[in-house]
Nanobody, 124 residues
Framework: VQLVESGGGSVQAGGSLKLSCVSS????????MGWFRQVPGQERVGIAGVDSDGRKRYSDSVLGRFTASADHVTNTLYLEMDDLKPEDTAMYYC????????????????????WGQGTQVTVS
């Protein structure tokens, strides 16, 4: 199983970015998928997730600004980020579970087995 993120970069406050996570060797549509972010010296935090039934959940910090979506044909998970703020600066990771899970778990790191290498987002 391999998860590969892309789409990170530098953007000014108020701008937008769209992250992609392509999965291989993994039928993710049956399981939970999530987006996490981590600032150096801090814990990795779940910000968006899609449960096994396609329901989405967001952290309060990104609710209304970020949108997770999935393309089952290309096995790609997306995170569209609008109205970016300097506090959104972090390394962003996608994650895949190895089993089905409900929406209450999608923002929890313990729900996930597979992780991408991360893509950096910097907002100034």
């Amino acid at each position: 199983v391999q998860l590969v993120e892309s789409g990170g970069g530098s953007v000014q406050a108020g701008g937008s970015l769209k992250l992609s996570c392509v999965s291989s060797g993994y039928a993710y549509q049956s399981y939970c998928m999530g987006w996490f972010r981590q600032v150096p010296g801090q814990e990795r935090v779940g910000i968006a997730g899609v449960d096994s039934d396609g329901r989405k959940r967001y952290s309060d910090s990104v609710l209304g600004r970020f949108t997770a979506s999935a393309d089952h044909v290309t096995n790609t998970l997306y995170l569209e980020m609008d109205d970016l703020k300097p506090e959104d600066t972090a390394m962003y990771y996608c994650a895949g579970a190895s089993r089905a899970c409900g929406s209450r778990y999608v923002l929890s790191e313990s729900a996930y087995k597979y992780w991408g290498q991360g893509t950096q987002v910097t907002v100034s």
